[in-house]
């Protein structure tokens, strides 16, 4: 009796398999959370052994912050790509598309990471610390929108910083209600004035024309 032949395994270049592992310990962030993230988790999720995914990050601790650094770094280039991607969008155009987006529905399951994130952060010194670092990155990239936005003469403000950080806590509030599943008429949270709210304070921040930003997105 032969036996039958075992299929050849390939083994991945490091950093193209550290770069798998990621990206799919961001995935299950983002579908379920950031409790959901361990080594054996990962590892059944890509068909390997837990002590391969331990050989590239020993603590689990260290798997959560890299994932959700990941996965909130590919959302905000998504959502706020840097300015040399975006020559043919005027700054308003691009403003509108990011709060029109980041505080609709299809961005729902990133205010969730997000708020999730906020709250294991509490726990979890190094997920803090990349919370922390990831708002930064944030914050420097919309305001450098707002500069942009005021050298073009779109917007006027002479604190970008903080029309940055007023949109940005504003964005913050609206999302603190990620995990409200109501799609009831009648819930206070779907009133019309909380879905324009962002728009709203970034119109006000920047002496735009109230409702421009909503048009702009369209």
Same mark, same amino acid.
């Given at each position: ?156 403000? !002479?604190?970008? %910083?903080?029309? =940055?950080? *007023?949109? $940005?806590?504003?964005?913050? /509030? &609206?999302?603190?209600? @990620? ?16 879905? !324009?709210?962002? %728009?709203?304070? =970034?119109? *006000?921040? $920047?002496?735009?024309?109230? /409702? &421009?930003?909503?048009? @702009?997105?369209?």
């Amino acid at each position: 009796m032969t036996s039958r032949p075992q299929a050849a395994r390939t083994r991945k270049p490091p950093g193209e398999r550290r770069a798998e592992i990621l990206h799919t310990a961001a995935r299950i962030a983002l579908d379920e959370g950031l409790e959901r993230i361990t080594l054996r988790r990962v590892a059944d999720e890509l068909g390997v052994r837990p002590g391969l995914i331990g050989h590239y990050f020993p603590a689990a601790d260290d798997l959560v912050s890299e994932a959700f650094a990941h996965a909130a770094a590919q959302e905000r280039e998504a959502l706020l790509p840097p300015g040399t991607h975006e020559a043919d969008r005027s700054p308003t155009a691009r403003l509108a598309g990011f709060l029109v987006r980041l505080t609709g529905a299809d961005c729902l399951d990133l205010s969730r990471l997000w708020l999730n994130a906020r709250h294991l952060s509490r726990f979890k010194p190094g997920l803090r610390a990349t919370v922390r670092e990831q708002e930064s990155l944030t914050r420097t990239a919309l305001t450098g929108l707002v500069e942009e936005g005021v050298r073009r003469g779109e917007f006027r403000t !002479d604190d970008p %910083l903080g029309a =940055a950080l *007023h949109i $940005l806590v504003t964005v913050d /509030g &609206l999302g603190a209600y @990620a995990n409200d599943d109501s799609d009831s008429d009648s819930d206070d949270l779907n009133h019309p004035a909380l879905q !324009d709210l962002a %728009l709203s304070v =970034a119109e *006000h921040r $920047l002496a735009l024309t109230p /409702g &421009l930003l909503r048009a @702009a997105a369209i």
